[in-house]
């Protein structure tokens, strides 16, 4: 089938006028087109941009955490007011068994010490554990293996240590069963160990960090108390009420006078969607506005074409041709523009997209939302039909008469 063949079969005189004189002025449509391609284009982007962001910035806040409530004594001056007042692993039991929708608890406790690099001693932070801790939080060993119930449970002279660490005390070694001078400790390493997602040490996890088990620092130290009490809720809505639960409980088995810090990270979580949310709709206003330029710039130019073709509409209101034929030419003209900008622009912005995928570090996504691909779409499509009313219905509105004069 020809080209002669095909444009025969076109459905309407009218469509066929509109792509003719398109046709006759490819550069004038083609620079049209381009600000729609950029709009669309803008609008996918964008979209895809806020929710992979938002995505990121809520995965690192969970991955810390988000079902977690921790609670630490209010110390005064560093030191606390009575050594009954010290969270206990007593207290994490009760806490496990008395309070509803806790699926997990855990302790630490940390204190600075130092080790030895080549004759040399270095600070480092030791934190005594109990069983749970790398669950609760998502600490990944990446040599060797974590403690076993036996070693916690008696507090074997057993150690896991920071990947920085490792890599300074044995850099030239294997790390695993090599022996570690912690204060004066001599403690075997049965692994290395990072957090899943980094606190940058906002918590008892700092670059350089011995892991031992807390029944170890006991026997070290002399006294059994933990720093810090994580209680990992069941479900992320029940939270708040572990939160307020587990700070009830704390202060119930221990004296009036003593105060308890107990927190969650609920609320981190909720700013970062609000933040996230804003800033996606930020962007988006930006993207309309560009959607918005190309429309002014379609009406622009579809006005202009008005003009030039004015005794052209003259003719045809002469022979007969309708208000609504002629609004329906130039309303075609508008959204033809409009539509293939717009098929451009997502296809413009999905090939940016796969092509940014190929270089993105393993374990970060940059999914294609296809919401944002109909969004853009309709959006851009709908540009055409908006801004090209006015000079669609100005060319409508001409009399034959003034304009077969028209000059």
């Keep these: 089938m020809n080209v002669a063949q095909l444009w025969d079969r076109l459905p309407g005189e009218t469509w066929k006028i509109a792509l003719n004189a398109l046709c006759q002025h490819k550069l004038r449509a083609a620079l049209s087109m381009i600000g729609v391609v950029i709009g669309s284009a803008s609008l996918v982007l964008v979209v895809t941009a806020g929710l992979t962001g938002g995505r990121y910035i809520l995965e690192q806040i969970e991955g810390v955490g988000s079902n977690l409530a921790y609670a630490e004594l209010r110390r005064s001056g560093g030191q606390a007011g009575s050594l009954s007042d010290e969270i206990t692993t007593a207290d994490l039991d009760a806490i496990q068994t008395q309070v509803p929708g806790v699926g997990a608890v855990a302790g630490s406790r940390d204190m600075p010490m130092t080790v030895v690099v080549n004759g040399v001693e270095r600070p480092v932070t030791v934190i005594g554990v109990t069983a749970g801790f790398q669950e609760i939080r998502h600490l990944i060993v990446t040599e060797g293996r974590y403690f076993d119930a ?19 005390m044995f ?13 004066e400790l001599r403690l075997t390493v049965i692994g290395v160990f990072r957090e899943r997602v980094s606190t940058f ?33 069941a479900e992320s809505s029940k939270v708040p009420e572990v939160t307020r639960e587990v700070g009830e409980l704390l202060r119930s088995r221990h004296r009036a006078g003593a105060r308890y810090q107990v927190e969650n990270l609920t609320g981190l979580l909720s700013a970062a969607q609000r933040i996230s949310s804003a800033l996606t709709i930020t962007l988006l206003v930006v993207a309309l506005i560009a959607l918005t330029v190309s429309g002014i710039g379609i009406m622009n130019v579809m006005l202009v074409t008005v003009t030039e073709r004015t005794r052209e509409i003259g ?15 130039f309303l075609i003209e508008a959204a033809i523009i409009s539509g293939i900008g717009a098929i451009g622009g997502v296809a413009l912005a999905v090939g940016l997209l796969l092509l940014i995928r190929s270089f993105l570090p393993a374990g970060i996504t940059l999914p294609i939302s296809r919401l944002s691909i109909l969004a853009a779409l309709v959006a851009s499509a709908s540009v055409g039909l908006v801004f090209g009313y006015l000079p669609a219905r100005r060319a409508a509105a001409l009399q034959p008469v003034d304009a077969l004069r028209y000059e």
């Design 150 to 168: 036996d070693e916690l449970k008696t507090g074997a002279k057993v150690c896991l240590l920071t990947e920085e660490l490792a890599a300074t």
């Design 171 to 183: 850099s030239n070694a294997d790390p695993i069963g090599a022996l570690a001078r912690v204060g």
């Design 201 to 233: 040490g906002a918590s008892e996890v700092q670059r350089e960090s011995v892991l031992v088990p807390l029944q170890l620092l006991k026997s070290f130290t002399g006294t059994e108390y933990i720093r810090v009490l994580y209680a990992q809720a």
């Design 315 to 329: 003719i045809r209101k002469a022979i007969g041709a309708p208000k609504r034929s002629i609004l329906s030419q």
